[in-house]
């Protein structure tokens, strides 16, 4: 199955979508069925129950229980000197007149008819009698109701949940939300920006690549379905500023205008795990980009960077680039899922859980999270508005 699997995405296709969603969020509800079970009051209990019962302190309080005995114990011995105190002369005439003497004797006698004639002294004896009296002490009844426990549904069900994911759950404890944006208000969150911040910070001024046919627009940044719309529009011959490697910054005249969305100051994240569910414009030429950035050019990771069926992934720094090229036949009708991991040593990217890419880590920055699209040719007017679409975005940090 992995060889055709890998024969495919040779190829350029991807894993199923719906699939891929469909496995994950089965998935979500596993774990979050896991993990309730796991802060119920039931287990809990369970687990109270389990570190008792399976310690020295229970099987000692039921060995001194069962080790508890009537003959020859407290109780037997005051019945039968009781008995005994019966057969003496002064407490044989009380008995018959019911007239009391100082005798010693006759006191302790009255004494201990009082003691042995209760119902406490009765039930006590009953119970040093009894050849199951473990049954009704407090540890049995624990452990009792720990065997119950442990045969319900909800605790059986944990455990079974967690031997059949163990490495899933596991890896996901492994993590710990830092952000996340489903897009589903009516505008843009408190975390994003519209303005383009790689290299504002020291020129002030927004452009783009002298290879682009787009200029930027906050305009068409927007919220809408749900998600975060990043359209490419037409224009009439708008002017813009883009850079050019040897004359430096040109203003050119372009038809077509498209937006940037980043965090530059209100999000930064040095290592973690990426995620983002992305859709693809339909358009020859135009591409869609998801970037981890600082204000400077330089150091950058190129989270996902599509255009003309080929997904561009790598890291950008000082001393060059260090990128990876793959052909991918991505379906503008359908989103895909991307999970970059960025640890200090390594970066792996996947789409909808397949590898596609890895590099040696060499960036040990916070950076910012950037999203864009854009042409790298002339484009038809006819043939716009088109649209890069964010359904939801999360990042993580690792918490071991």
Known sequence: MKFFSDLRLAWGYLPSSHRYEKKSRQ???????????????????????????NSSNYRTDIKRIKSLTYKGG???????????????KEVKKYLKTGIESNSIA????????????????????????????????PAYQQFLEYQRLKKSSTIREYFSLQKKHKAEFHERDTWRLLFADDFDSQQLGQYWSTQQEVGLGTTHVCYVQNSDYHTLDAENVDIG??????????????????????????TRDFNCSSGVVNTANLFQVRYGKIEAKLRVPKLKNAYCAFWL?????????SLFNYCNDYLVTGI??????????????????EFYFLEVRWSKKL?????????????????????????????????????????FDIDWIKVHTRTV
């Open 225 to 250: 379905e749900n998600r975060l719309k990043i359209a490419l529009n037409p224009v009439e011959q708008q002017e813009g500023f883009a850079w050019d490697e040897k004359f430096g910054f040109i």
């Open 347 to 387: 970066i792996t990217w996947k789409i909808n859980g397949k590898e596609i890419a890895r590099k040696a880590n060499t960036v040990d920055v916070p950076l910012f999270l950037q999203l864009t699209a854009g042409t790298v040719a002339e484009v038809q007017s006819h043939l716009l508005p088109q649209y």
């Open 293 to 301: 950035n600082t204000n400077a050019p330089t150091p950058a990771i």
């Open 27 to 53: 998935m979500d509800d596993r774990y979050a069925q896991f993990r309730s079970i796991a802060a119920s009051d039931v287990f809990q209990r369970y687990l109270t129950l389990d570190v008792y019962i």
């Open 74 to 88: 407290p109780e037997h011995l005051k019945l039968q000197h009781y008995k005994e105190l019966k057969k003496y």
């Open 106 to 137: 006759l006191q302790e006698f009255i004494a201990l008819r009082e003691l042995v004639y209760s119902d406490t002294f009765k039930e006590r004896v009953a119970y040093l009698k009894d050849k199951n009296r473990y049954k009704e002490s």
């Open 316 to 333: 950008y720094h000082g001393n060059g680039i260090d990128q990876s090229r793959r052909r991918l036949r991505l379906n503008h009708h």
